[in-house]
């Protein structure tokens, strides 16, 4: 990165329209503050979801100002070329609110796109979004609303519920927005009765690749499924350094039966995700969208919220499995968790119960729409837990 001080070479307006510059989400992801002093500088970490898909694309310019729409300043990230993710501005003063916005060039500048939705930013402010948020919330079969704490640029959503009812169910999600998403549970086709309510654990994410400040990487992201496959692949922006755990929910309600998701062939470079309906039904199946978030295993802190990524020490089938996690926490924690192989055939969801500031129960629970057995080979597990 290096600052740029020139002037802006004008646009070429007729391919404005052929850069896929929707895709430049601009997302802060940490301010570091330095003195309280209102005459101390600082700087800010900016992140977005580069275009890999235009090979004109050589880099990006990041655009600053004092006031909205009008900018001041020029940054060029191009370190990576059109893989640039992100830069760091410092010399920025105590209390001031600053704009950015991102828009990306050729090699020689002939070509700019228009620019990404712009954001706004006060220096030192404590109050600044943080990339993640997590909650616990009862759910039942009527769509409910969940309100985030903050507003988010563009939120990916993840879930798990907990098995206190006598019979199975799905979750589904959709209408995510930036302020929040509907949420319910469905029973199982087959079944004559609504789901029971559950306690539903969640995690909201910035969309995009992030570097948390133990250097483990992430990536929250989503697809659109294709009917006529039967599993879509899922590739990673960057290659992991280790295989990440991957926990998926779909997000829309396209269909009218209820589905689940299956995750497979999870490597670092990327992943495998399908959509299942119960075993009885022919598997008519129409698009949906599906949120996933990859985690590298690891241990830290994000903004106070203690976090640990890891897989399950064994295999875990129909027979519940008490996962100990030890003295990590200090309260029972929010767990996401799901399987990371297809080993058995029949469609099935990963359930917790039991859940304390030490340990957990998980194990899968098959449906019955076609046969009354529940047995489940064993498959591997992967779990996020965020706590105190």
């Known amino acids: 990165m290096r600052l740029v001080r020139r002037s802006l070479p004008i646009q070429n307006r007729e391919s404005q329209h052929n850069f896929p510059y929707r895709r430049y989400l601009l997302a802060l992801l940490l301010c570091l ?188 992201g989503r697809l659109l499924t294709d009917p006529r496959e039967s599993h879509n692949q899922v590739s990673f922006t960057e290659i992991f350094r280790e295989t990440p755990i991957v926990v998926t929910n779909i997000t829309s309600n396209n269909g009218n039966s209820a589905v689940t998701t299956m995750i497979t062939s999870v490597e670092r470079n990327g992943f495998s995700v399908g959509i299942t309906e119960q075993e009885s039904n022919t598997q008519k199946k129409v698009a949906e969208t599906i949120d996933f978030i990859a985690w590298e295993p690891s241990k830290g802190t994000i903004d106070g919220t203690q976090y640990l990524v890891a897989r399950t020490p064994q295999p875990v089938d129909h027979r519940p499995f008490e996962l100990d996690f030890g003295s990590s926490f200090a309260d029972p924690p929010l767990v996401l968790a799901h399987a990371q192989t297809i080993r058995g055939s029949d469609p099935f969801t990963l359930r917790w119960s039991n859940k304390t500031s030490r340990n957990i129960y998980l194990r899968l629970v098959e449906e019955q729409s076609l046969d009354a057995e529940l047995l489940h080979h064993a498959e591997e597990i992967g779990y996020l837990l965020l706590g105190r």
Request: no cysteine.
């Open 33 to 220: 503050s330095g003195h309280q002093s209102a005459l101390a500088s600082s700087s800010v970490t900016l992140q977005w979801n580069p275009a890999l898909n235009d090979s004109r694309i050589a880099g990006y310019e990041i655009h600053v100002g004092t006031s909205s729409g009008t900018y001041r300043w020029v940054y060029e990230a191009s370190d990576k070329g059109a893989a640039t993710r992100q830069v760091s501005i410092s010399g920025k003063e105590q209390g001031k609110t600053y704009y950015f916005a991102i828009r990306a060039i050729n090699h020689d500048r002939s070509l700019i796109s228009p620019f990404s939705k712009e954001i706004g930013h006060t220096i030192g402010d404590a109050t600044q979004n943080s990339i993640l948020e997590s909650d616990e919330v009862w759910v039942g079969p009527s769509w409910q609303w969940v309100s985030f704490t903050q507003t988010f640029t563009d939120p990916i959503v993840v879930a798990s519920s907990s098995e206190s009812g006598s019979h199975p169910s799905v979750i589904r999600i959709e209408g995510v927005e930036p302020s929040g998403f509907w949420i319910r549970l469905e029973a199982w086709d087959y079944l004559s009765r609504d789901a029971t309510t559950e306690t539903v654990n969640y995690i909201a994410m910035e969309r995009g690749r992030h570097r948390l400040p133990n250097g483990s990487e992430v990536m929250a």
